[in-house]
């Protein structure tokens, strides 16, 4: 008895929970199976990594403030013929995280950009980085009320801490002067230290407007598109689309491709310069 409050006393100072709540059980698990003392090491092992995988899996995904949970499993690619399957199943891998490199979502609003980039932020989460999400005014009004409360070296640190940051809705709003050079110091910062997901309504040529000064824009475009995968989404609203099926009216559903078909301005387009 006082072995065992002992034990449990040790295993607590060394932050072993799992160990706490599960030795016994494996313990009479591998005297069922004739298993020995550093088998019944490896499995309780096993089971404390596995849950503080877990649990820092769940962390980031609160800290990555997701507006909802979309996932990949619930994207219909064949409700969104011009988007490669293929390459979204490779982009979710974050392979481009590592090198640096960021992902721009170009469509029209309803075809699926918010939640590609929240089923790719989430698997990112899954994969051990960290993330998060912004929508561009957001992020702006971030920027503006830590420099009120001189709190934007804070602000820049956070940020620099996380390995993926998605930014969505750049081109929605017009952006006034000041948000627009948060924006772009933001980029700045960013540029080949944090990964990128922008989702936009605006092909490149519109983002002077947007951001009201060509110059800026220009150089902010630089930044972002330097190492990018572009994904061109096109197409009719998803939602409006799901509501003509469920109408009573005959379905005017749009073109139904193959999973895996490669529409037109699917290349691949990594600018390295
Ligand atoms: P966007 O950001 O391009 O405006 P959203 O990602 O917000 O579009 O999509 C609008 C809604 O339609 C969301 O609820 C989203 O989950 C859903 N949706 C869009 N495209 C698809 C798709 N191909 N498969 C499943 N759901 C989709
Ligand atoms: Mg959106």
Redesign the pocket.
């Known amino acids: 008895m006082k072995s065992r409050v002992l034990l449990e006393s040790h295993l607590k100072s060394l932050k072993l929970p799992t160990f706490v709540r599960e030795y016994e059980k494996t313990a009479r698990q591998c005297a069922e199976a004739d298993q020995g003392y550093a088998e019944f090491l490896l499995n309780l092992a096993g089971l404390e990594v596995a849950e503080r995988q877990r649990k820092a899996v769940h962390r980031r995904l609160k800290q990555a403030g997701f507006p909802s949970e ?1 996932e990949l499993d ?4 064949g ?2 013929p011009r988007v490669n399957k293929k390459r979204v199943l490779e982009l979710s891998r974050c392979g481009w995280v590592a090198n640096r490199e960021n992902v721009v979502m170009v ?10 980039a929240i089923a790719l932020g989430r698997e990112a989460c899954r994969r051990g980085l960290t993330v998060r999400f912004f929508t561009a005014v957001g992020l702006a009004t971030a920027y503006a009320e830590a420099r009120e409360e001189r709190h934007l070296l804070r602000l820049e640190s956070q940020i620099a801490k996380r390995d993926l940051i998605i930014v ?1 809705e750049l081109g929605y709003v017009p952006l006034g002067q000041g948000a627009a050079e948060n924006l772009f110091n933001f980029f700045s910062r960013c540029y080949e230290r944090t990964s990128l997901i922008v ?1 936009t309504n605006l092909p490149f040529s519109e983002w002077p407007q947007v951001l009201g000064d060509e110059r800026m824009a220009g150089a902010l475009l630089d930044r972002l598109t330097h190492r990018v995968h572009v994904l061109e ?1 096109a197409g009719d ?3 409006l689309k799901a509501g003509r099926r469920s109408g009573k009216r005959a379905a005017v559903t749009g073109p139904v491709a193959d999973d895996e078909a490669e529409g037109p301005g699917e290349e691949e387009e990594v600018r390295e310069d």
Not at 74 to 77: E, S, T
Not at 107 to 116: A, E, F, M, R, S
């Open positions: 979309k619930g994207f219909d690619f409700a969104a469509g029209p609003p309803g075809v699926g950009k918010t939640h590609l969505d989702t989404m609203s998803y939602r």
